[in-house]
Nanobody, 125 residues
Framework: QLRLVESGGGLVQPGGSLRLSCAAS????????IGWFRQAPGKEREGVSC????????NYRDSVKDRFTISRDIAKNTVYLQMNNLKPEDAATYYC??????????????????WGQGTQVTVSS
């Protein structure tokens, strides 16, 4: 059974950092692209970042480029999102999702599934 579990959220001051983890079971990262998404209260869910099933390509929404880094540990079957220089507008519930043999084209992001339960990120002074 495919399952994704997010962790690592919390309260951080503007300019601070957090590292989110997405632990996968029931799938092998070599065959699945993993994406990070977020949803703030009253807003639609949006894609944040993605890493392809081969791990050779990543993609980011413009507002997080140069601040967020996605990576993965095949041995741990876990994908990470390192978030630096956090801003209040980054506050949201962050989710990871998967798509088999997918690219990380932003056109594919709405097709990701197998959502985790989310982890809350709060950015406030």
């Amino acid at each position: 059974q495919l399952r994704l579990v997010e962790s690592g959220g919390g309260l951080v001051q503007p300019g601070g950092s957090l590292r989110l983890s997405c632990a996968a079971s029931g799938l092998t990262l070599n065959y699945w692209a993993i994406g990070w998404f977020r949803q703030a209260p009253g807003k639609e869910r949006e894609g944040v970042s993605c890493i392809t099933f081969g791990g050779g390509s990543t993609n980011y929404r413009d507002s997080v480029k140069d601040r967020f880094t996605i990576s993965r540990d095949i041995a741990k079957n876990t994908v990470y999102l390192q978030m630096n220089n956090l801003k209040p507008e980054d506050a949201a519930t962050y989710y990871c999702a998967a798509k088999r043999f997918s690219t990380c084209s932003q056109a594919d992001w709405p097709l990701f599934g197998a959502w985790g339960q989310g982890t809350q990120v709060t950015v406030s002074s």
